[in-house]
């Protein structure tokens, strides 16, 4: 249950050091995409201590932190990163999609269920499922590029 | 979800700071610091004597000479290096209060960082602590004002806010050139050690900042000390005034006593209701309702009866549905009271509110702890309705998860209603209108006023004001209320022949 901001922040940076994982995986494995991989896997970086920041630096002990979010479930965003021995670049660029696409939507959801309450934490969120988004459309112009 | 690393991993005997070194309280009588929420012992803690007292003011007075002819500037620095090392720990710092005081991890969070946004304003003091001027009093005479530290100041601070509250004071004291003491509750040490240890590797010189843990011992030391010059005082009414105030005043100290409150959560018929609910949340129960700008009184305006029907109803059912536990576990929405006896105050409270005739709508006896901690501290959230303003439960400070709803007619009727408190710490109003937001502030006499917002705490640069018996003294803390109480304005007339 994703139902404080804190719950909520942790499972982002989980599902963020996840997703930089999984590109610095898939740059070694993939000398074609190597130098976007790598790219992406810092963008993550950058995300995750954009949220972080956000909620550190203005949470307040007045603040509705513990009573802002409806309850998130975590089940629905779950993201798989396990490359299997064999896998082709174009299905691991499929899985980053996935991947990509599931975390877009965790921040799409967290930014409006904060919206009333939480507004840096609702814009650190929104900013992020923004860039999420452009990072899908850069991973099927790799996946195109690829076949 | 699990529960985050608890930081504190043995358990300690603690001891003082003074003069820049660690030192044994010279008394023997120990107590132990509690986890609320797992009732183990996390540390134990000195009731020093007046003799370790003696000693913190010795070395602060010592200092003291060198200390406010450091620059402005220089001091500052050691703040900015503070501000480092608090940010560096901070996570360990939240973990810390969580552990001591039992308030969910947010709330730990959201009080590290409040304490380190008064280190970050405390750090402009070269331009706070500028002084004024007017050239030409009189022909070829110059006048201007000068703002220079005091001498020794001390700190009692208290059990809810262990690490926010002493940065009220403690940073500003110290930036503006004077040494300090500080008492920690005893209930709750252990931020402040953290603290302490963090200013240690700051390097300040020996004695400008000191730490003497203990009790009453300390504090009736501290009041009639005549070496020092002020005293800051967050707590009760009764000691605030009564003893802080009283005893403080006749020793001729500065004293600032940030006391009691009742405050009132006002809401209109048009009033946004999902945030004002999700608010009142935080405002009544968070840090389960030990703070001094907690709602008390839940004040439905209007005589809509189906509007002051759908208000409780939905307050009634959030507060059912808070999750209480150890707030280190990240869903937990409430903690525990600070100890047991804390919550046997409030469970008297309960039972005295049905004994006087009000409908316990929701009744906080009974509740579920996620976890399975011990439930020795731990007390669900309880909504009276048909409280009237005469009761005890509307009328004392609870300090506790207790919603008592009342209601008024009107705007004005419920104006009067809150005026005619003594205590005046914070009122909140939830609306739609600016008409009635702005008579609200204008009219109502309190210290801190929220518009549509739940806990009116003001940011490190304001004052942290309260009026009436929730205040004794004439400059607050935080801001520049601050600087001001621990300074002095020298005037200097000035013409050359």
Known sequence: MLNTASAIISFYERMEDQIAAFYDALA???????????????????????????????????????FSFTGLDEADYRIDTELKEGLSLRDALEKALAVEESSRRFCSDAS???????????????????????????????????S | MSVLEEPIKEVRTLRNYINGEWVESS??????????????????????????????????????????????????????????????????????GTMEHGKTIDESRGETRRGIENVEVAAGVPSL??????????????????MQPLGVFACVAPFNFPFMVPLWFLPYAVATGNTYILKPSSEVPLSMTKLFELLDEVGLPPGVVNMVHGGREVVDAVLRHPGIEGVSFVGSTPVGRDVIYKVGSAHGKRVQAQCGAKNFFVVMPDAVLDPTVASAMTSFFGNTGQRCLSGAN??????????????????????????????????????????????????????????????????????????GYPDDCFLGASVFEDVTTDMAIAQD??????????????????????????????SMIFTSSGGAARQFQYEVECGNIGV???????????PFSGMKDSFFGSLHGQGRDAINFFTERKVVIQRWF
């Open chain 1, 28 to 66: 070694r494995r993939y000398p074609t995409g190597r130098e976007a991989f790598a790219a992406l896997s810092k963008e993550s970086g950058r995300h995750k201590e954009m949220v972080v920041r956000a909620y550190r630096e203005v949470i307040t002990d007045a603040i509705e932190a513990g």
């Open chain 1, 112 to 146: 409006e269920s904060s919206r009333a309450l939480l507004a840096d934490i609702t814009h650190a969120f929104g900013w992020v499922a923004k860039r999420k988004a452009n990072r899908i459309e850069r991973l099927k112009s790799l996946k195109e590029e690829t």
């Open chain 2, 27 to 96: 008394s023997d009588v120990i107590v132990d610091v509690v986890n609320p929420a797992t009732m183990k012992v996390l540390a134990k803690v000195p009731r020093s004597s007046a003799d370790d007292v003696g000693a913190a003011v010795e070395a602060a007075r010592e200092a003291f000479p060198r200390w406010r002819r450091t620059s402005p500037l220089a001091r500052s620095r050691y703040l900015f290096r503070l501000k480092d090392l608090l940010e560096e720990e901070f996570e360990a710092i939240s973990r810390i």
């Open chain 2, 129 to 146: 602590m500028m002084g004024y001027n007017l050239e030409d009093v009189a022909t070829g005479i110059d006048e201007y004002v000068i």
């Open chain 2, 298 to 371: 839940l004040l439905v305006v209007g005589e809509d009866d189906g509007f002051y029907r759908d208000v409780v109803d939905r307050m009634i059912d959030a507060s059912r549905n808070i999750r209480i536990g150890y707030g280190l576990d990240e869903t937990v929405q409430m903690g525990p009271l600070r100890a047991p006896e804390k919550k046997q105050r409030v469970l008297g409270y309960v039972e005295k509110g049905v004994e006087e005739g009000a409908r316990l709508a929701l009744d906080g006896r009974k509740f579920d702890i996620v976890g």
């Open chain 2, 397 to 426: 400070e609870i300090f506790g998860p207790v919603m008592s709803v009342l209601r008024a007619r009107d705007l004005d009727e419920a104006i009067d209603v809150i005026n005619a408190y003594s205590f005046a710490n914070s």
């Open chain 2, 452 to 462: 549509n917002i739940g806990i009116a705490a003001p940011m490190a640069f304001f």
